[in-house]
């Protein structure tokens, strides 16, 4: 699939020049969050530096992204470095910068992936059709929720459907998500995806509280191929919170296609004030 | 908790030697694997250059090691670079360097935590008391699992208790874990006991075939506080694998105290050849 021919809001918001070995972006303002931009769509962007980049051999199967400052509404660069190119594997360290320094520290790594015996352990879960949900109104939101279509099943935003004051429920969701518009699917998008589920503990605590995501980290299942067999339809994601304790909290979620194929795993640490 | 006063082989086995602002090792034949050395202490060692360095500030909360090319057993040296000092946070690259060049990738994530609202929401497994399960005898094993005790709950290696020559089983493994003899825990074992599973492949496959761990994570969601009062104790680690496809599969593991407290979550990409 080439990245370069899709025409969407998600492309140009991902859109970079490079100039000397330099990315150079722009955060997009449909793609806003309440301060900054979404960071799976900046996540997306660190990971678009190195499939464009000329030395980039294989797929991408391991990404993290740790966000140790906010990044500002304006202009970023990105720099991928391959840090070692092995016969099926490649290893790249990524930063993105804004005035102020370092914003985003990453790692990446990239495989060529055999056939081999395959198992699906974990199972799909039960869910209702994504033609049997209702989506998720998405006025009042910020600007990055509008480019998608989520479906809530279980665990929406504050668990509004679940009214309750008392601090006693789970942390779990499970929501149908694609682009609005619809665009086929690949891993750009897909990555954002594994950062579009609402903060756990607004789920949980059923109210807002200051959060910013600290590390996140995907592993990708499948291989082109598989992604563009997806195509334009909705992706099932699976999330839940561990633990909270003392300003962090885990989120581990899991993305499936309609028909059961797991196409990414996900965690991340998220910073959180009481 | 001073980790320059332990006095134990894991304590010999990361040991580091700055000079000029390189951190230099040496691999330990006591932690060795079947190749190359036990790639938990690696990454136990890696953390420990960052704990080590001057300008560090706070506690790990997130890590992240690649493993980009097999460690050679003898002498390495580990580059951790601060890319950003916040008030609370501070975010680091590190990399560890041999003769044939960058051989492990890594970011790693300190902070300074504050006592917030928390909940642990995943349940505490049912295991017997560390007392009531026995010991697995480490005769035959690779030198780096006799510098642990490991009790198996559920899901052996290569699952020896449940003998099927059927692919039916699951993946999942319950294990007690401590260092053998005993040291008082800290970031650093921890650290290496979240990579101390037995390759989920073997297990549910009850058969070896070679495998490498490409990528690992690790959140820790206690502060140096925690482990003190945890001390000598043993560490439940609950594994599994959700998926196994085309030369790749994930783990993710908890890691609890004996009385239910979450110590760290984890995961990681490994890559296995048929």
Redesign the interface.
Known sequence: MDINKQNHPFDTATQLNRKSGIYYGHTSERYANMVGPFGGVIAATLLRAVMEHPERKGEP??L?I?Y??PVSDGDFNIKATP??T?RS?Q???I?LCQDK???I???A?F?I??????????KFPHVPNVEEVKSFPSEGMPPWVHNYDMKFVQGPLLAISQPSTK?TS??VTLQWIRDEPRRPIDFLSLAAMCDAFFPRIYV??KQMVPIGT??L?I?F???SEALTEHGYKEVLGHA?????????F?Q?A?MWSPEGE?LA?T?Q?V????
């Not at 992936?113 to 974990?122: I, L, V």
């Not at 910073?271 to 009481?274: C, I, V």
């Open positions: 199967v391991a993290t740790n140790a400052a840090a070692r092995n594997t290893h790249w360290f930063k320094g370092i914003i520290t990453g790692t790594v495989a992936r055999r056939e081999t015996w395959s198992s699906t352990e974990m601090d789970d942390s949980r605590r600290v590390s980290t592993y299942h499948i291989d839940r919170a561990l633990q909270f304790r003392d300003g962090f885990d581990t899991e797991l795993t965690s640490l910073y959180y004030k009481e």
